[in-house]
Structure formats: C-alpha cells, structure tokens
C-alpha cells in the first residue's frame, strides 16, 4: 500500500468490498454528499421507490457512466461497489487530485472498470461524443463564484466555488453526452432550487425524482439531490426526507443502510 502514498495523504477505508481511496487533508477531500451520491445513483437511497415502485434506478446494469468534477474518485469508486456498471468515468480538471484518483483506482485493482480523464467540463463537447453515457453524475461546486471566494486558485476554491465551471456549463455538458432517456444525477444546495430546475429544463433536462437532506429531524434540509432524464416527460417524484443524523455522532437507521459499515466522514 505504502507505495501508492504520498507525503501528507491518507489512506481512508471504504469497508464497502474492501475498497479504499487516498486523500489528502491539504485538498478537498469526499464527505457525506458524495456517498449520498452514490447511493442515490444506484437507486439505493429509498428515493426511487423499492419492490418496482417509484422510478427506476438510474444507474443500470451495463451502463456507460461519466461523473463530471470527480475530484478524487470517490463517486465512481463506489459506484463500483454498488452497481453493475459496466464502465464509469471520472473527469477532474485539477491534475493533482486526477493523478490522486487515479492511483486509489489502481490501489483498487479497478482500472479495468474505472477510467479518470483530466479534463473541463466547459469542453466536453470535444473530450466526449455526442449521446456516449447512460448516465452522469456530478458532486459539482455548490457556491457562485464570488460568494465568499478569498483564494480562487486554491483546490478547495475550485471545489467549492464556480470558479472553473459553473452550473449551466454542467448541465450543458451532461446534456451533451447522455443519451436521450440518460439520467443525470446530482447533490446541491437547496436554496439554488430556483435556478437548478430553470437551468436543467432549458437544456431539455427533467427532473425526475428529488430527495431533500437534513442534518437532524428538526433542522432544514441542507442537501438536494435530484436525478433527471434527458428528454424526459415532466413528472417529479419527491422521495422520502433523508435524515443524516438523530443525535451528534448517531446516524438515524436510513443513513446507516446507505453507509452499512462505510466511511462516516463529513465535509
């Protein structure tokens, strides 16, 4: 193992079929919203409906999947695990954290499943074929540009600030490479909403099913994640709340099934 580590990275266990991933605590590393995506991806969040019904899950068995802003691989890492996917992609503009994903794919034995791509979203059009994925997801930066921004070239400003892309050029890439009836899946902040749901429809786009996310019981939601159909009818499925937590430290019994015995790391 001690070869795939570099000096200040950490090696954090998945214990999801025995799958790990270097971080470093200098850059931005995953939190709770990426495995939220992953779950929610794989029709595992109880979002889409079980026994047949609800919605399907978005991602299929033998789908082609492209995960936009992958940062360190985290969300086609797991998706490995949780779906049958036949071939997922992650594209990071950042080379240092493509280079660190590239790496805890091949700790993970998985270069035959998983492929990173150092790439912009804003040029997707000429990295990736018209209608090539089934699926897309994205962990995408949450904040505007200029909404507290102190150091834009610092890797955890370009995680969490549009200073790179922003949310209309994802959804204009996403809707680029999925096929007609390719699901994107996201997580946001709730109060861009508005904007998201504005943004997705013009680039034919429909949401499908949401789930909102609370921290506790009591507190607002604070995460959304939203799965959308390209080319889709309009019809919006709202699944059930998710809380994270019913005490400090405590997952409630629905975050516990998402995570099982997985990282309960926060960011």
């Known amino acids: 193992m001690k070869q795939y580590l570099k000096e200040n990275e950490v090696l954090c266990d998945l214990q999801n079929n025995g799958l790990q991933i270097l971080q470093s605590p200098e850059r931005f590393c995953f939190g709770?919203?990426?495995?939220?995506?992953?779950?929610?991806?794989?029709?595992?969040?109880?979002?889409?409906?079980?026994?047949?019904?609800?919605?399907?899950?978005?991602?299929?068995e033998n789908a082609r999947v492209l995960d936009l802003c992958t940062g360190t691989g985290i969300v086609p890492i797991l998706l490995s695990a949780r779906t049958k996917a036949a071939h997922l992609t992650g594209l990071e503009i950042q080379e240092d954290s493509a280079e660190m994903a590239r790496r805890s794919v091949a700790l993970n034995g998985l270069q035959d499943r998983i492929?990173?791509?150092?790439?912009?979203?804003r040029g997707l059009s000429q990295i990736c074929e018209k209608g090539s994925y089934d699926a897309v997801t994205c962990n995408p930066p949450y904040m505007p540009a200029g909404a507290g921004l102190q150091n834009p070239e610092?890797?955890?400003?370009?995680?969490?600030?549009?200073?790179?892309?922003?949310?209309?050029?994802i959804a204009a890439g996403a809707a680029h490479v999925l096929k007609p009836g390719g699901h994107l899946c996201l997580v946001h902040r709730p109060f861009r909403l508005p904007e998201l749901m504005d943004t997705l429809k013009r680039y034919k786009l429909e949401p499908k099913c949401m789930q909102l996310v609370s921290p506790y019981a009591d507190r607002e939601p604070n995460l959304?994640?939203?799965?959308?159909?390209?080319?889709?009818?309009?019809?919006?499925?709202?699944?059930?709340?998710?809380?994270?937590?019913?005490?400090?430290?405590h997952y409630t019994k629905m975050t516990q099934e998402i995570y099982g015995d997985g990282p309960g790391q926060d960011g």
């Open 32 to 60: 709770i919203d990426a495995v939220l995506l992953a779950a929610f991806a794989a029709g595992q969040s109880g979002a889409h409906g079980k026994d047949g019904r609800g919605v399907p899950a978005p991602v299929t």
């Open 115 to 121: 492929e990173i791509v150092t790439g912009d979203v």
């Open 154 to 169: 610092s890797p955890l400003a370009i995680a969490r600030h549009e200073v790179l892309c922003s949310f209309e050029e």
């Open 224 to 249: 959304v994640l939203l799965d959308c159909v390209l080319q889709g009818r309009p019809y919006l499925r709202v699944g059930p709340q998710l809380v994270v937590y019913d005490s400090p430290g």
